[in-house]
């Protein structure tokens, strides 16, 4: 089975710097992806990682440790359109793309 | 390019009713999920197909919840008889390779379903 960890809410400021945490146990794993949910909308796709270190995209790069089961989102000058759910899901080992979802962080930026 | 559709948007019921829901994936996409979000968590997996076969379907409550997607291209969910715990916000996703890739996943917009 899959267990995925990530904190509930976060508050940030316009203009700074978060990171977002996620821990996961699995029985197997073949990656972890992030996604970005506004309330209402659907999950977007923002990043994958397979291999451990960090893959940076614009103003978000995320970070993986598979000997630790810990990934991180980190976004840079927040801005006010960045509030949403950010999503934390790891692919199993089994024969689908299936992914199993963490409860989501949910961020505030603050002015 | 069309990103995946689902209808409808909202959808309010009462308990013990049927309801549908219907989704259209993108253009070409092999593989499609349908997933629940209940208020406040992650959404979690209910089926997956490949073309028209089900890759899997362990956390589909069988009992109440169906699917299909007899040509391998639109899907459709259904819930008979609805309970009050059903109420969520049911997605559909779609991916462009085949199944055990690392391809991203595409969602449509849900439909929000009350069940009074």
């Known amino acids: 089975g899959q267990n995925i960890d990530q904190p509930t809410e976060m508050t940030a400021t316009e203009g700074a710097i978060v990171q977002i945490n996620c821990t996961y146990q699995?029985?197997?794993?073949?990656?972890l992806f992030w996604y970005q949910q506004h309330a209402g909308e659907a999950p977007t796709f923002l990043s994958y990682?397979?291999?451990?270190g960090l893959e940076e995209k614009g103003r978000f790069s995320s970070f993986l440790s598979r000997s630790k089961g810990y990934s991180y989102l980190l976004l840079k000058e927040l801005q006010m359109k960045d509030s949403a759910s950010y999503l934390c899901?790891?692919?199993?080992?089994?024969?689908?793309?299936?992914?199993?979802f963490g409860g989501g962080t949910r961020l505030m930026v603050k002015p | 390019e069309a990103g995946v559709a689902q209808s409808p948007r909202y959808k309010i019921i009462e308990k013990r009713q049927s309801v549908a829901f219907w989704c259209n994936p993108i253009?070409?996409?092999?593989?499609l999920y349908w997933y629940q979000q209940i208020l406040g968590q992650g959404p979690k997996l209910l089926i997956q197909?490949?073309?028209?076969?089900?890759?899997?379907d362990s956390q589909l409550p069988k009992d109440r919840f169906s699917a299909e997607r007899l040509k391998g291209v639109d899907s459709t969910l259904k819930i008979q008889p609805a309970k009050l715990e059903d109420s969520a916000v049911y997605l559909c996703?779609?991916?462009?390779?085949?199944?055990?890739?690392?391809?991203?996943?595409?969602f449509g917009p849900g439909t929000r379903l009350t069940v009074l």
């Open positions: 996703a779609s991916s462009p390779r085949l199944a055990g890739s690392g391809s991203e996943q595409f």
């Open positions: 699995t029985s197997g794993f073949n990656g």
């Open positions: 990682n397979v291999l451990d």
């Open positions: 899901a790891v692919k199993g080992p089994d024969a689908g793309n299936m992914l199993t």
């Open positions: 253009s070409g996409h092999a593989t």
């Open positions: 197909f490949q073309n028209n076969g089900v890759v899997d």
